[in-house]
């Protein structure tokens, strides 16, 4: 459960850089979280858990874990500072807080739905020989070629709006560019190394959005 231990650090740490904890949509954000970790821990593949938190092979984007770590610090401190000390852009109206949180609920969910489809969906950019993998053609698969990385952002997307604060839309747009990137790398070293994938990606046409992307 060091997941759930993280979560509760982080939010800790939130909570005192914004020099309260009176912030009711940061304490759903952080519960949200943690009923994604106790869930995963209970119900994913532990194979998928272990490489997810320690890949066995060479990461082809050496710093994409550091810098998607960082950034997601950066949106949760950003708004924190901004809805606690500094009110600088923290005039985000509760509708949109409202909407906000349903995002990131439906975003972490997809996530989960990802994971739970996708036995190789490693935190590392690696293909993996060493676990058999195979092309998943099922769940959210069917429509799109990356859910993890479009449920990813709309879960992001939606905790930069529930946090009060415009500041943490910047970290978010960042980490958006970022996991495009990502996505382009992962396909290119899917197609040359993985049997399957090029047929795959000719019957499912869209990378993040049905249709549109």
Do not use: C
């Not at 949109?96 to 994971?115: E, R, S």
């Not at 560019?177 to 869209?206: H, W």
């Amino acid at each position: 459960m060091f997941s759930v231990f993280l979560v509760a650090l982080t939010a800790a740490a939130t909570f005192a850089l914004a020099g309260t904890a009176a912030l009711p949509f940061y304490w759903v954000a952080f519960a949200t979280q943690i009923v994604v970790s106790i869930f995963s821990v209970y119900s994913l593949d532990p194979a998928l858990l272990n490489e997810r938190m320690k890949p066995q092979g060479k990461d082809e984007d050496r710093f994409g874990r550091l810098i998607v770590t960082l950034l997601y610090v950066f949106s949760l401190a950003l708004p924190a500072l901004d809805v606690g000390r500094w009110h600088f852009a923290n005039s985000v109206p509760l509708a949109a807080q409202i909407v906000g949180t349903l995002m990131n609920a439906a975003g972490w969910a997809g996530v989960f739905w990802t994971m739970k489809t996708n036995a190789y969906f490693s935190s590392a950019i690696r293909l993996q020989p060493d676990r058999n993998q195979q092309v998943i053609t099922t769940g959210p698969y069917r429509v799109i070629r990356h859910p993890g990385y479009s449920f990813a952002t709309l879960g992001f997307l939606g905790q930069s709006f529930m946090l009060g604060s415009w500041l943490g839309v910047i970290p978010i747009l960042v980490m958006m560019i970022d996991f495009a990137y990502r996505s382009f790398l992962e396909e290119k070293i899917l197609v040359d190394g993985l049997p399957g994938y090029k047929a795959y990606m000719a019957r499912v046409k869209s990378r993040w959005i049905p249709g549109l992307f």
